[in-house]
């Protein structure tokens, strides 16, 4: 069994390229959400030579996912390890909210942050905070799926009002 550490560069096979992602955090208090990966906004027709470089590409989104045991299972792999860049260094700050069943929509938000336990209410999302991180727990195909269509969290008019 493959054991994946922060800081590990995971590559994501999807139609579109190789798209990589960074192992940057890990929630361990209830609930759990478990490990957090920056997904990187460029894709590659081939394996990179230089991990750093990878690296320094703008992050597309974030979203947990369970990455050691997607590495053990062969779903992505484990390219290399980078210190982690300071910029990915903070927790993120999440938006959360309940889909209404009725629009299939989020009518109201709260933003969370996950490493203070901390959480306020927004309501309607500014334009910056669309930006910000949605409160998921992705498999591997829904990665794949919102990789290859150029998903970000901005652009998430699902669950906008």
Do not use: C
């Not at 690296?55 to 299972?73: M, Y």
């Not at 927004?122 to 990665?143: F, S």
Request: no cysteine.
């Amino acid at each position: 069994m493959k054991r994946v550490r922060i800081g590990d560069i995971v590559e994501i096979e999807t139609k579109k390229g190789l798209a990589y992602a960074i192992y940057t955090h890990k929630h361990a208090t209830p609930p759990y959400y478990g490990a957090l990966i920056q997904v990187f906004d460029k894709l590659y027709d081939s394996p990179p030579a230089d991990m750093t470089e990878v690296a320094s590409n703008p992050i597309r989104f974030a979203v947990f996912f369970p990455v050691g045991p997607a590495v053990n299972r062969n779903l992505v792999e484990v390219f290399g390890r980078v210190p982690i860049p300071e910029r990915l260094k903070p927790w993120p700050i999440f938006r959360n909210g309940h889909i209404d069943p009725r629009t299939q929509k989020v009518p109201e938000w709260w933003l969370k942050n996950l490493e203070t336990k901390q959480s306020w209410y927004v309501g309607v999302l500014t334009p910056e905070q669309r930006k910000l991180p949605i409160l998921e727990l992705w498999n591997d195909t829904l990665l794949k799926e919102r990789i290859e269509e150029g998903w970000r969290p901005e652009t998430d008019f699902e669950s906008l009002p």
